[in-house]
């Protein structure tokens, strides 16, 4: 499992994508929840394999996105 942890208690959209751009996991948005666990399973309940993956933010007008390897 992947926590992330995140400074701004603001609404914000939490997204997954692999290194192909294609969207691999979608969040709720969430008001007061600054974490997200991900248990590496696609938007279907999929496992997805091993390898470096995007996480992205959107709060407020604001996009941050980061790079982070998944190891099985």
């Known amino acids: 499992?992947?926590?992330l942890?995140?400074?701004s208690n603001r609404a914000h959209q939490?997204?997954?994508y692999n290194l192909k751009g294609q969207l691999i996991r979608?969040?709720?948005i969430a008001q007061q929840q600054n974490f997200v666990?991900?248990?590496g399973e696609n938007d279907a309940g999929?496992?997805?394999?091993?390898?470096i993956y995007l996480y992205q933010l959107?709060?407020?007008?604001i996009s941050q996105t980061k790079k982070m390897v998944l190891i099985k």
Not at 46 to 51: F, K, R, W
């Open 1 to 3: 499992m992947l926590s």
């Open 5 to 7: 942890l995140f400074a």
């Open 14 to 16: 939490r997204q997954i």
């Open 26 to 28: 979608t969040f709720p």
């Open 37 to 39: 666990w991900w248990n």
């Open 46 to 51: 999929e496992d997805v394999s091993s390898g």
């Open 58 to 61: 959107r709060a407020a007008g």
